[in-house]
């Protein structure tokens, strides 16, 4: 069984300040870690993943996020908000080695960017 | 690459009738796809997976007999909501993986507003 936990629903930051959006995860096999942006009324876009090889993986628009298997973590971060970073983020799970690829979502966290 | 298209983007229809939503990837074959659905501001839950050439496997509490999946080929997945009620109201999101196993990434795509009335 896999699950996902993002520890904020809401995050509210100034634009020019860091961004920091908390994941947990839970996983019976090596699991791939996601995060998903989605902009409202829009489909979900790939900001980055980890697949097991470096532990700190850099993704688009400056984000990164670093995997830390003690802490069953997967934060997403990034140094400076900008106002078009304002939407939904989706940490996402996926279960390698079971043969079975589907995804499963965190509840999200809702980005708000203040000018 | 890695294109995923959806059609209708946005669909009303009347209680009582069935709505077709198409799931194409567009420059790449896909063995595997998932249809999820997402209701206003929560998050996407899966409901099936559609395999090519073979039956769907339906998540738990999704009853299969309304939500008709077919996957005829390696680049069209089709989700039927037959008999809609308001209750089925959501917007819908499938997603292709690569038959390419090697990529464990899903690609999705922009997903199918439905609305019921």
């Known amino acids: 069984a896999q699950s996902v936990t993002q520890l904020d629903s809401h995050v509210s930051v100034s634009e020019g300040t860091p961004v920091l959006l908390r994941c947990n995860y839970s996983?019976?096999?090596?699991?791939?870690l996601f995060w998903y942006v989605q902009h409202p009324n829009k489909g979900l876009q790939l900001l980055l993943k980890y697949t097991s090889a470096a532990t700190l993986v850099k993704g688009i628009n400056g984000f990164e996020a670093e995997f830390k298997k003690s802490e069953t973590s997967f934060h997403l971060t990034k140094p400076s908000a900008h106002m078009s970073d304002a939407a939904e983020y989706f940490c996402v799970v996926s279960a390698t080695g079971t043969g079975r690829r589907a995804l499963t979502f965190g509840s999200g966290t809702r980005l708000q960017v203040q000018p | 690459g890695a294109v995923v298209s959806q059609h209708p983007s946005r669909v009303i229809c009347k209680s009582g009738t069935s709505v077709k939503i198409e799931c194409r990837s567009l420059d790449f074959q896909a063995t595997t796809m998932f249809w999820y659905r997402q209701f206003p501001k929560q998050s996407l839950m899966l409901m099936a997976t559609?395999?090519?050439?073979?039956?769907?496997?339906?998540e738990q509490g999704v009853e299969k007999d309304k939500f008709l999946i077919n996957h005829a080929s390696l680049t069209l997945s089709t989700l039927t909501v037959t008999s809609a009620h308001p209750e089925d109201s959501s917007f819908y999101i499938c997603s292709a993986t690569p038959a390419d196993r090697s990529r464990n990434e899903q690609f999705f795509g922009p997903g199918t507003r439905l609305t019921v009335l």
């Open positions: 559609s395999n090519e050439g073979s039956k769907a496997t339906y």
């Open positions: 996983s019976s096999y090596s699991p791939s």
